[in-house]
């Protein structure tokens, strides 16, 4: 951040939810914290699942008219101050010639094993190959105008990509993944370069499409311990900070299960690091400094917990980060089937009454 940014700015009036999220991200005083949640449009929802009736998970991403409508479920049901577009990391995956299904998770027809299949990956115009991503987006933007809530864009990242590419379908170690890593590295930095490629102008096309922020989400990098993470991951992750277009979108980072990787994360370029539930967030905020801003981290499963339960560690969350700057409340993770609608409605009207957050 720059020098102006990084000092002390006086306290500010009530925002709307656009400049209470920008702010954040940019690590800038706000009234309170912003709130939105991973998933947050999902089977948890009575009403996401009458529109998912009759089709795939597939269907409903290419679907502009469903996709915006449960993109909109959250702010209507249980008052979420950002919307994510409704979309899925594979979404783009089939322009690059992967044919790719859902079993219900995903699954690749032919496994990435060759330097010879990693040449013949297209980096498609995304315009081309994903018309109604942007038309959602531009629908969404237009929807949100009135209310000046934030719209956010996502991407898979390139090294969980990779890791469902080559393993053919989610693992809990990623064996074959790793094999490559070990016995023919080339072929990984090939594959990794091409998806870098991809997610870049995939990204970028987002933003121009409407996207006020963007997330990159690198779910399987956490599999690697931190040497590895130094050496395959974090490069990546700073090539796509540099070529995204920060100034119209900041860059949002989550890595599932880094809490081993965390000092590498803040090294990212990502203005947000957001963190799993598994990380000390006070212990976050200090290592970040003025590096990055916070997301995060409440367990997803609480959300399926008593109320009173729930409400409790809710409330030593945003008593541990009062007074830390630059802090996103979120999950560590997606909501799940299992959460109750009424519990994250109780979650989001108790971070409405959070104190307000100074600049780092």
């Known amino acids: 951040m720059s020098g102006a940014a990084q000092k002390a700015q006086p306290a500010v009036g009530r ?6 999220l920008l702010r954040s991200c940019r690590g800038q005083t706000v009234d309170r914290p912003p709130v939105w949640l991973m998933r947050q449009a999902g089977r948890y929802l009575p009403e996401y699942r009458k529109v998912r009736e009759g089709v795939s998970f597939l269907e409903m991403c290419r679907d502009v008219d469903r996709a915006v409508e449960v993109s909109l479920q959250p702010i209507r ?14 979404t783009p995956i089939p322009g690059m010639g992967i044919e790719v299904d859902f079993r219900p998770g995903p699954t690749i027809a032919e496994p990435i094993r060759s330097r010879e299949q990693v040449e013949k990956l297209r980096v498609p115009d995304p315009q081309e190959s994903t018309p109604f ?3 959602i987006l531009r629908v969404l933007r237009k929807e949100l105008a009135d209310s000046r809530i934030p ?18 379908r989610g693992s809990k170690d ?40 963007v997330q990159l989400f690198d779910t399987w990098a956490g599999l690697l311990g931190p040497d590895e993470y130094r ?3 974090l490069p990546v992750h700073r090539e796509i900070a540099a070529k995204l277009d920060r100034a119209r979108a900041p860059l949002i980072l989550y890595v ?12 990212s370029g990502a203005d947000v690091i957001s963190l799993d539930w598994r990380v000390d967030v006070t212990a976050a905020a200090r290592l970040a400094g003025r590096r990055a801003s916070l997301q995060g981290n ?6 399926g917990a008593p109320r009173d339960v729930m409400v409790a560690a809710a409330r030593r969350l945003i008593d541990s980060m009062q007074g830390h700057p630059g802090w996103i409340f979120n999950l560590g993770h997606g909501i799940k089937p299992t959460a109750d609608p009424d519990n994250v409605r109780a979650l989001v009207d108790l971070i409405r009454e959070a104190k307000p957050c100074p600049a780092r």
């Not at 925002?15 to 209470?20: A, I, K």
């Not at 990242?157 to 469902?164: D, E, I, K, V």
């Not at 993944?177 to 987002?206: C, D, F, H, W």
């Open 77 to 90: 049901l249980v008052g979420s101050e950002a919307v994510i577009l409704f979309s899925d990391i594979f």
């Open 151 to 168: 719209l956010l864009g996502f991407a898979g990242a390139p090294f969980t990509l990779a890791a469902y590419f080559v393993q053919g």
């Open 298 to 303: 409440l367990d997803p499963d609480l959300m």
């Open 174 to 213: 990623f064996g074959e993944l790793k094999r490559m890593m070990y016995a023919a590295p080339s072929i990984l930095r090939a594959l990794q370069s091409t998806l870098t490629e991809m997610v870049v102008g995939y990204l970028n096309a987002q933003i121009a499409a409407g996207a006020q922020v």
């Open 15 to 20: 925002l709307d939810p656009t400049e209470r």
């Open 133 to 135: 991503v942007f038309e």
């Open 256 to 267: 599932r299960g880094g809490a081993h990787v965390l000092e590498s994360m803040f090294d």
């Open 231 to 233: 050496e395959w991951v």
